[in-house]
């Protein structure tokens, strides 16, 4: 119903590892298509930068460049999300989208960017509390007409005369730009990015919805958080792990779906 075509920037030893993984998981009506990540540092490598990430998370800001170039919209995740819902859902929001509209972001759910977490604290630009880029949603047509390439470096780059380094990576630069454009971004719910940060305020998000859709551990510490409801996080992320792959590899409902051109028969 929904097929799914996933975009992983990986490392060569990554690369083989998840190849054969998907070759032999045979799950129908997914694509996948790699990208070296060594081809892409030298284009974010003159960006000082603090986070435990390196130069991993601000790859995402040369996607538009890196992507083919048919390619219109996309779903940018980290790789510390836990999803509790169907990503379909998650894509039907680019239909809010107004035309000038090219980022779809959750809301920073910590004082981050508000820059009183502690004495001297000096954050990068954001508007308001900021946004974290654990999900987003791109259109890269637009990204692209608007001279996107341009915008995030001249942005980083008059940043960086003040500041001496980027601390949250390619959401520190996001956050500047918009705070220059605001229009360009689409704030998405809250119950799509539950961040789990240190400083997390996430509780005013989960304490309201009764259905949340997406986890994101974005604490260096990761499942070993200290939070008074990690347990029932937890729990959600174990569940995910503990189901049976084998059951996506045949359709439950509706025709099975046809083999890819050239594909072995087996």
């Not at 990503?87 to 107004?98: K, M, N, V």
């Not at 630009?125 to 001279?147: E, H, Y």
């Not at 949250?168 to 454009?181: G, S, T």
């Not at 729990?235 to 025709?255: A, I, K, P, S, V």
Request: aromatic residues 10%; hydrophobic residues 45%; neutral net charge.
């Amino acid at each position: 119903k929904n097929p799914l075509h996933f975009h992983l920037v990986t490392d060569a030893v990554a690369r083989n590892i998840l190849e054969m993984l998907f070759y032999t998981w045979m799950v129908p009506a997914v694509r996948v298509s790699f990208y070296d990540a060594e081809e892409l540092k030298p284009q974010v490598s003159w960006i000082p930068n603090k986070h435990y990430s390196g130069l991993y998370g601000l790859m995402k800001l040369v996607l538009p460049a890196a992507l083919p170039p048919d390619l219109a919209r996309v779903i940018v995740l980290d790789t510390d999300v836990t999803f509790a819902s169907d990503i379909a859902e998650l894509w039907a929001l680019f239909a809010h989208f107004s035309d000038e509209q090219v980022i779809g972001l959750v809301e920073n759910q910590s004082d981050w960017y508000l820059g009183n977490l502690w004495r001297n604290h000096r954050p990068w630009p954001a508007l308001g509390r900021g946004f974290n880029t654990g999900v987003i949603l791109l259109r890269l047509d637009r990204l692209r007409q608007a001279g996107w390439g341009q915008m995030w470096k001249l942005t980083a780059t008059r940043e960086l005369l003040t500041l001496p380094a980027t601390s949250l990576a390619d959401q520190d630069i996001f956050n500047a730009v918009i705070k220059e454009h605001p229009e360009l971004v689409q704030t998405l719910p809250c119950i799509w990015n539950v961040q789990l940060s240190d400083h997390t305020l996430a509780e005013r998000c989960y304490s309201e919805a009764s259905d949340l859709k997406v986890i994101h551990w974005n604490s260096p510490k990761k499942l070993r958080v200290k939070n008074k409801h990690v347990g029932y996080f937890r729990n959600l992320h174990l569940t995910f792990l503990g189901y049976d792959g084998n059951l996506l590899r045949r359709e439950l409902f509706g025709c099975p779906s046809p083999p890819p051109s050239g594909a072995e028969q087996v």
